[in-house]
């Protein structure tokens, strides 16, 4: 017998799974995942009617979640899944009512780069729309990180990431004209690196 719950969501970020636990998407329609990978965040949303778009810069990864689509809602037409970058969504703007982003925003170059994306993802988004985000930052682990230009750090696991901290996160919301509609979340792993969720409303 397979996992009722897995075979539901797939392998969902398990803070987005919270966000619809709380029942925060249910009046969502439009919903598009930025840098959809596999899509392991979608399945849930092709499974129950909603009207699912998808980018990412690996033709391979759209090429799966095409099939995936094709697989789970027959209805959702293939053209929903595009490669394209975060910062230049080849939709309109206000398109969606949801916009995810899991685990792209730190690979930005620099700064400016990180603010094209986020641009990006807003511009698409309508006025009481959600963003969900999951992004490294550099929260609890402040004086773990290395800075070594443009916003990027090397992280204590090896990597190197553009990382946020809580005050920059809540100076783009501001910036944005956006709110939180959940409080800004870090999850701490071993003190190697952090991962934070950043959810905006759009007013």
């Not at 916003?151 to 709110?179: A, K």
Request: aromatic share 12%; with cysteine.
């Amino acid at each position: 017998m397979g996992n009722k719950l897995s075979d539901s969501f797939g392998d969902i970020d398990i803070y987005l799974f919270d966000q619809l636990l709380k029942g925060r998407y249910d009046n969502c329609k439009d919903v598009i995942d930025v840098g959809c990978g596999n899509g392991r965040n979608i399945v849930y949303f092709l499974k129950n009617d909603f009207n699912v778009f998808g980018i990412d810069a690996n033709a391979s990864a759209v090429e799966t979640v095409k099939e995936m689509a094709r697989q789970l809602a027959p209805g959702v037409p293939a053209g929903h899944f595009v490669v394209a970058k975060a910062e230049d969504i080849p939709f309109g703007d206000a398109s969606f009512d949801l916009v995810i982003c899991s685990a792209v925003l730190h690979f930005a170059d620099n700064k400016a780069h990180f603010e094209q994306m986020v641009h990006s993802m807003w511009r698409v988004l309508r006025p009481g729309g959600f963003f969900f985000a999951r992004l490294a930052s550099d929260i609890g682990i402040e004086d773990r990180v290395k800075n070594v230009g443009d916003g990027r750090y090397l992280l204590p696991d090896g990597s190197t990431r553009y990382l946020v901290g809580h005050d920059s996160l809540l100076h783009y919301t501001q910036q944005f004209g956006g709110e939180l509609y959940e409080p800004i979340k870090t999850t701490n792993v071993n003190n190697l690196r952090a991962m934070t969720t950043w959810c905006m409303r759009k007013k």
